[in-house]
């Protein structure tokens, strides 16, 4: 069955940066894009951007245009989402997503000084 | 960007009764060359990730069960519960695909 596991928790001090990943299985890895979205604690979900997984092209959310990038290494069937320049307002739990069909389980990343 | 609105915020319904969720977006989401509406429901539980449960607005997903109904179209679109069970208790988004970013709805949480 599809799967999509991600990396832990993280904790980050304002200003630094985070990368979350996200392991596939159960399908053909290139053949879904994966799309990246976060949610702060009561908000509803906001969609940062994705990634053709078979040519690595990007589409980013112009709010996050600046600090994000998204990456993917198909021999590990695994996308990666790196989020710079961090800050408090960051604070949300981080979701990958084949297609937005099926969802990792989020990765809570925490911005505290 | 695409505004997705929903109401209501909350609602409450008896078990067994009938729930309805309106979601409306601030531009057409109906795309004329495939007259299919970009619109999606999802549902999300307590420390999960949203679960897709409707597609091109009115499309069930696999193993949803069928007195989850999807409908509308254009920019007015509505998600009803035909039967409330107690399983049913969550929040529910719509959310856009026609144009990025793609946008969510604020939510309605259903409560019995």
């Known amino acids: 069955q599809v799967q999509l596991v991600q990396s832990g928790a993280e904790v980050k001090k304002p200003g630094a940066s985070v990368k979350v990943s996200c392991k596939t299985s159960?399908?053909?890895?290139?053949?879904?894009?994966i799309d990246w979205v976060r949610q702060a604690p009561g908000q509803r979900p906001e969609w940062m951007g994705w990634?053709?997984?078979?040519?690595?092209?990007?589409k980013y959310s112009q709010k996050f245009q600046d600090r994000i990038t998204i990456t993917r290494d198909p021999s590990a069937s695994t996308a990666y989402m790196e989020l710079s320049s961090l800050k408090s307002e960051d604070t949300a739990v981080y979701y990958c997503?084949?297609?937005?069909?099926?969802w990792g389980q989020g990765t809570l990343v925490t911005v505290s000084s | 960007d695409i505004v997705m609105t929903q109401s209501p915020d909350s609602l409450a319904v008896s078990l067994g009764e009938r729930a309805t969720i309106n979601c409306k977006s601030s531009?057409?989401?109906?795309?004329?060359?495939?007259?299919?509406?970009?619109l999606a429901w999802y549902q999300q539980k307590p420390g999960q990730p949203p679960k897709l449960f409707i597609y091109?607005?009115?499309t069930r997903e696999s193993g949803v069960p069928d007195r989850f109904t999807g409908s509308g179209s254009g920019t007015d679109f509505t998600l009803t519960i035909s039967s409330l069970q107690a399983e049913d208790v969550a929040v529910y988004y719509c959310?856009?695909?026609?144009?990025?970013?793609?946008?969510f709805g604020g939510g309605t949480k259903v409560e019995i």
């Open positions: 997503s084949k297609q937005l069909d099926s």
């Open positions: 091109w607005a009115s």
């Open positions: 531009q057409s989401i109906l795309y004329s060359s495939d007259n299919k509406n970009y």
């Open positions: 959310q856009q695909y026609y144009s990025t970013p793609l946008t």
């Open positions: 159960g399908y053909t890895f290139t053949s879904f894009s």
């Open positions: 990634i053709n997984t078979d040519n690595g092209n990007t």
